[in-house]
Structures are given as C-alpha cells and as structure tokens.
C-alpha cells in the first residue's frame, strides 16, 4: 500500500510564495514518476507538474511554468512544489500523486496514469 501526504498549503497574497512537500511511503520511491494536481471548486482535477523518477526532466502545465518548481529528494523520499508568484487563479485543493508504472519513459500528464494519490492540500490565494 502506497501513502503520499501533502503538506504546506494555506492562505497566501497574490505575488507571494508556498512550498508544498509530499511525503511518500510504500514503494522504491525513486523508481516512480511523481506528479502534483489541483482542483479548483466546480472544475475539473488538472495537471499541474510532474518530475520523471531519475529526477532528470520535469514537465508544467502553461499556466505555472516559471513561476512553479518541482524538485523532488530521493533520499527523503519526498517531491516538492515551490510555488512562486502566485495568482488568484492558483487557488484550489493540490494533490500529489505517485505514477502506477515504474520507470515510465515519459512523463505522464493525466491522472489515469497515476494510483496513489494523497488527501490534498489547500491553497488559497487572496487578490
């Protein structure tokens, strides 16, 4: 059994900044893909970055990239989310997810590729 705990959301201003950790358990950590998702009220769960399992390649969705970093350190068996210049449109519940095949070659992008997902943790944004 696979459990992944976020940590480090709460409410932040517009500009500001948050870091989100994720402690996983349960697997050989470094031999899977690590993902983290939102979702806001009334929509849909969205991608927002992944880090391949060798830690060599990341990948964002449009709307984060340069102002949000994934990093994750093996050895903690931990993946972070360094959120920076954060906007309004930011806010929404983030997850972080483990990816269901290890050693995947490419990053996957949508949820039905990842299995094991955490309880979430709340960010709000205020403008």
């Known amino acids: 059994q696979v459990q992944t705990v976020e940590s480090g959301g709460g409410l932040v201003q517009a500009g500001g900044s948050l870091r989100l950790s994720c402690a996983a358990s349960g697997r050989t950590f470094s031999r899977y893909t690590m993902g983290w998702f939102r979702q806001a009220p009334g929509k849909e769960r969205e991608f927002v970055a992944a880090?391949?399992?060798?830690?060599?390649?990341?990948y964002y969705r449009d709307s984060v990239k340069g102002r949000f970093t994934i990093s994750r350190d093996n050895a903690k068996n931990t993946v972070y989310l360094q959120m920076d210049r954060v906007k309004p449109e930011d806010t929404a519940v983030y997850y972080c997810a483990v990816d269901g095949s290890p050693l995947r070659i490419t990053i996957a992008t949508t949820h039905h590729y990842y299995s094991y997902w955490g309880q979430g943790t709340q960010v709000t944004v205020s403008s």
């Open positions: 880090i391949k399992w060798s830690g060599d390649s990341t």
